[in-house]
């Protein structure tokens, strides 16, 4: 199994461009999310889904959408990238919510906006 | 809302000696979970440990173990037998719910030879 997957892995964009970065899981698990870590802020939840075709906003879900057209990826856009968004990204999934099923998160990816 | 403090910015031990890294947190849920991760400097983030807010007994892995106060709101994150790999930045999350996730800043350890 290769757990959770991120593609990119880095990227560099100028303000304004888009990108979409891709989370996959192997896992079967119904819930994915995407978190955003900045330095000093821990990680803070921008979207999250509860099955395929769900999506729903988190804590800081401003500048971003989400799809989860197929259970097993989750993706995550920026339509017009802004400074502020420069960070790190990581995508988590876990077979239920909360309670003592622990999020499986991926490498990470690391997005500088210019 | 939920909130998380962790109050130690950075913490050093001495390799092989225990170490307690403090958590703790606010919420006005009746029913929640603590978590504790784990991120070396390579940056992915690994599932420590967890423990139910009914949870009468502390939850233990391996060298791992919560020491979790219900009346205080304190669940410390308590590594036995330091090892050099052990130095990472450890985080400590409170979750109901997947739309109550929330992590606290961290705290950077580093073991000592």
């Known amino acids: 199994n290769a757990g959770v997957t991120q593609t990119p892995k880095f990227r560099v964009l100028k303000t304004g461009q888009s990108m979409t970065l891709l989370c996959a899981q192997d896992m079967n698990h119904e819930y994915m999310y995407w978190y955003r870590q900045d330095p000093g802020m821990g990680l803070r939840l921008i979207h999250y889904s509860v099955g395929e075709g769900t999506t729903a906003k988190g804590e800081v879900p401003d500048g971003y959408n989400v799809s989860r057209l197929k259970k097993q990826n989750f993706l995550l856009g920026l339509e017009s990238a802004a400074p502020s968004q420069t960070s790190v990204y990581f995508c988590a999934s876990s077979l239920r919510p909360g309670s003592s099923y622990e999020q499986y998160f991926g490498p990470g990816t690391r997005l500088t906006v210019t | 809302a939920q909130k998380i403090t962790q109050t130690q910015p950075g913490m050093f031990v001495q390799e092989k000696e225990a170490v307690t890294l403090d958590c703790t947190y606010d919420?006005?849920?009746?029913?929640?979970?603590l978590f504790w991760y784990k991120q070396p400097s390579s940056g992915e983030m690994i599932f420590l440990i967890y423990q139910g807010s009914y949870d009468e007994q502390n939850a233990t892995e391996g060298r791992y173990s919560l020491n979790f106060q219900k009346a205080r709101k304190s669940a410390n994150l308590v590594i036995s037998a330091s090892q050099l790999g052990d130095s990472a930045m450890y985080f400590c999350?409170?979750?109901?719910?997947?739309?109550?996730?929330?992590f606290g800043i961290g705290t950077k350890l580093q073991v000592i030879p």
């Open positions: 999350a409170t979750t109901r719910g997947y739309q109550k996730v929330t």
């Open positions: 919420t006005s849920d009746q029913s929640y979970g």
